[in-house]
């Protein structure tokens, strides 16, 4: 499988207790992109790498939340004790930025998000 | 900030032909992508525009008015797969790559 996987697929955890999701783009994308998505809404956006640089992060995101992708390839994003409010779909996505038309350019491959339920 | 608006629901039957509009407040445009997600799945990439006119891709098109702020998706030849929900999002210039999406417009195909 060549697309967007994320892990794990379902994560439930206490209040006040640390989660850490990981994301794996596909292998020759340089993008990689942050989402998290609520029951009815739009995904939205968390935070953006370029290889190993975050280059944008929303400012609605708390200092509890924090995303790394130390090698230019896989990403984590941790969230630092939980609320519940932070309950959400939590989407990964990548794109390439190296060659292409707009289209390409301009298409991002989702994964399957980690669905993570605060108690 | 950016802004967009689009109807919560449409329901259609098969075969029918549906238009799901896309109206946006942001500065700095660059582009406008809509994206189709099923219950329990991941978005996946529909079309993108970032000029004025209309983009053809099978039963599916979009359509970019950059004056009007305004686009909008074209689903023809309806079927029961198309079910699912379908989201417009805006790229500025300003803001790298991010997307930010529209509430997202449910389209319910009957038989």
């Known amino acids: 499988d060549t697309g967007v996987s994320q892990n794990p697929r379902h994560k439930i955890t206490k209040r006040g207790q640390n989660v850490t999701f990981r994301c794996d783009p596909i292998s020759e994308h340089n993008r990689l992109y942050w989402y998290r998505q609520t029951l009815g809404q739009g995904p939205e956006f968390l935070t953006y790498?370029?290889?190993?640089?975050?280059?944008?992060k929303s400012r609605l995101l708390s200092d509890r939340f924090s995303a790394e992708r130390p090698k230019g390839s896989f990403s984590t994003l941790e969230i630092q004790r939980t609320e519940q409010g932070d309950s959400a779909m939590y989407l990964c996505?990548?794109?390439?930025?190296?060659?292409?038309?707009?289209?390409?350019?301009?298409?991002?491959?989702f994964g399957p998000g980690t669905r993570l339920t605060v108690l | 900030g950016q802004s967009l608006e689009q109807p919560s629901e449409v329901t259609a039957v098969e075969g029918a032909i549906v238009q799901i509009n896309c109206t946006y407040q942001?500065?700095?445009?660059?582009?406008l992508s809509w994206y189709q997600q099923h219950d329990g799945g991941a978005p996946t990439f529909l079309s993108y525009?970032?000029?004025?006119g209309l983009e053809e891709t099978g039963r599916f098109s979009s359509f970019l008015s950059r004056s009007d702020s305004y686009g909008y998706l074209l689903l023809q030849e309806l079927q029961m797969k198309d079910s699912a929900s379908y989201f417009c999002?805006?790229?500025?210039?300003?803001?790298?790559?991010?997307?930010?999406f529209g509430g997202g417009t449910r389209v319910l195909v009957k038989p």
């Open positions: 942001t500065s700095g445009f660059y582009g």
């Open positions: 790498f370029q290889n190993e640089a975050q280059l944008e």
């Open positions: 525009n970032a000029l004025d």
């Open positions: 996505a990548s794109s390439t930025g190296l060659a292409g038309g707009p289209r390409i350019l301009n298409t991002q491959y």
């Open positions: 999002a805006v790229r500025v210039r300003a803001a790298g790559n991010k997307l930010t």
